[in-house]
């Protein structure tokens, strides 16, 4: 490579690299752990995620939504017969494409979830609030895959989706408040507020019931069978990333610790890992 496209691709990944650190600080401190080319590659991965998301969070009508995700689905189109837009985020991923063996299924999984967000309904059940997490966030694990589980023994896609469910459903319940004040959403699943006797107008009124409290446990249970089922599987990942994967998974699952700690007031307050925190979960992190 000339000595001016290295120079490109250098400041092609800084883009990616700038936007990870500032929208998710903990998954930049997990991986940036791993070797400089699998960390950008991760960094470029986040980027398209981001870049998703600003799809649906950055515009304020249906219709605007709309066409911002439909001219995102039109750039992976070009991107997947190698026909990529001239742009930092683009030349980055296609750089990742180059270096590992990718899928793009699971990139546009990704913007399957943000049409599901764009026509948003309130899921019934525990089960169609994990379809909706797979497509957000699951995704994410298989995209990532072939960086950090490329010398793996046996099929890592379960775990890694595991992992990215979990995650989701950790989100969903630490922006209770937030996911509805902001954006008029319930992810919590109807069912599940039935049974717990609890209506939109408690989240309105910041009103943390006990009947709440049992709900939150048991999709906070489910999320941390999901990090456990990764857990036990940690060690199929590539030596060299399982202490970034590893940190991540530790790091969100604290989110979960960080609520309880709080009374469980997921409503009024924004509940985070401290960077105290997270070096303490990284110092005992052990793979």
Request: a negative charge; hydrophobic letters at 40%; glycine letters at 4%.
């Amino acid at each position: 490579m000339l000595h001016n496209e290295q120079s490109i691709l250098a400041s092609d990944y800084a883009y990616c690299e700038a936007i990870i650190k500032k929208h998710s600080n903990s998954f930049y401190q997990a991986f940036s752990f791993l070797p400089e080319e699998k960390a950008r590659a991760v960094y470029a991965i986040y980027a398209y995620c981001r870049t998703a998301d600003n799809c649906v969070d950055e515009n304020d009508t249906i219709a605007a939504k709309t066409t911002a995700l439909n001219e995102m689905v039109d750039a992976l189109n070009r991107f997947a017969f190698n026909q990529e837009d001239d742009h930092p985020l683009w030349r980055a991923l296609r750089d990742v494409f180059n270096r590992y063996e990718m899928d793009i299924l699971p990139f546009y999984d990704q913007l399957t979830g943000q049409l599901m967000d764009i026509h948003f309904i309130q899921p019934d059940t525990m089960e169609a609030m994990e379809s909706y997490s797979y497509y957000v966030a699951g995704s994410v694990g298989r995209m990532l895959l072939p960086i950090i589980a490329s010398q793996a023994k046996e099929d890592c896609t379960r775990v890694a989706v595991s992992l990215g469910i979990g995650m989701q459903i950790t989100n969903i319940l630490r922006d209770v408040g937030e996911d509805y004040m902001k954006l008029g959403r319930i992810y919590l699943p109807r069912q599940e507020m039935l049974l717990a006797d609890y209506t939109p107008a408690h989240i309105a009124n910041y009103e943390v019931t006990e009947g709440f409290k049992v709900l939150w446990e048991r999709m906070a249970s489910r999320a941390e069978a999901l990090y456990d089922e990764f857990l036990g599987k940690v060690d199929l990942f590539d030596q060299d990333s399982r202490f970034a994967v590893l940190s991540s998974a530790l790091i969100y699952r604290a989110i979960l610790t960080s609520v309880r700690q709080n009374g469980y007031d997921c409503l009024r307050r924004r509940n985070y890992v401290s960077t105290h925190q997270m070096i303490q979960i990284l110092s005992e992190a052990t793979v």
